[in-house]
């Protein structure tokens, strides 16, 4: 199990490189396979096609390697954070809105948990479950 | 008609390859793939590239182990083989799928 996360966790570097080794294991392959259809008597263009074909599709092949490689679920969640913070850029004045109503939300927040946690209407648990906030009163 | 042809039983891929690569030693992978067709007769129908993400699998586990060599007309090739591990892990695998066949085969043997 760890054996797998370490060799997952290593398959994120190296990726481009991992992916020409990749490529050129399949050309191999399908090198490998043209040549012995052409002993067997097949003319050029039949022994390449046969070679496709017992090889089966190449691309949900490699999409597969890159899944057990581990590549994708981080690789996707970095993509994804990218495109996040490139798109709060973008659209600047919406940015401002999620920030300043975010920033509103948390001070109202706390503003009123320090007013109630100061008078008597709190019960003795509610200070003590915030106590940086009722000691920096 | 029936197919004379089968896929190849879900799981089993991976014995296959690891009982390739102890009758053989150090093989590429097209070698295995045809090794497979060749020992099945034909009655296998195998996409051959589907050998190479069990061969990663393989590896992940370390029961694979692999390295760059030149293939017998001269070509460059990665050659899989197997570690000590792999060894360990074939016999316990063929154990486990010698008691499941009798198993059922015990099953299949019962007239009514």
């Known amino acids: 199990m760890l054996r797998v996360a370490l060799s997952r966790l290593l398959g994120l570097f190296g990726k481009q490189k991992r992916d020409q080794e990749l490529d050129q294991e399949i050309r191999t392959h399908l090198d490998m396979a043209t040549e012995e259809n052409l002993r067997r008597g097949m003319s050029a263009d039949e022994a390449r096609l046969a070679a496709r074909r017992d090889f089966g599709f190449v691309e949900p092949m490699k999409e597969e390697f890159r899944d057990i490689r581990g590549v994708s679920f981080l690789e996707t969640t970095f993509l994804d954070l990218r495109y996040a913070v490139r798109s709060l850029f973008q659209n600047p004045g919406f940015t401002a809105v999620v920030v300043v109503s975010l920033a509103l939300g948390i001070g109202a927040n706390t503003a009123v948990l320090k007013a109630v946690s100061s008078t008597p209407f709190c019960c003795g648990h509610c200070r003590t479950k915030t106590p940086s906030a009722s000691s920096s009163l | ?112």
């Open chain 2, 1 to 112: 008609m029936s197919d004379p042809t089968t896929d190849i039983p879900y799981g089993t891929l991976d014995l296959l390859v690891l009982k390739t690569l102890d009758a053989m030693g150090p093989l590429h992978g097209f070698g295995i793939a045809r090794r497979i067709e060749q020992v099945s007769e034909n009655l296998l129908r195998l996409n051959q590239g589907s050998i190479y993400p069990a061969l990663l699998r393989l590896q992940q586990k370390g029961w694979v182990k692999t390295e760059w060599g030149t293939s017998d007309n001269n070509r460059r090739a990665k050659f899989y083989s197997l570690t000590a591990s792999g060894k360990r892990q074939l016999k316990l695998e063929v154990e486990n799928w010698e008691r499941t066949s009798a198993l059922v085969a015990r099953f299949l043997g019962v007239r009514s």
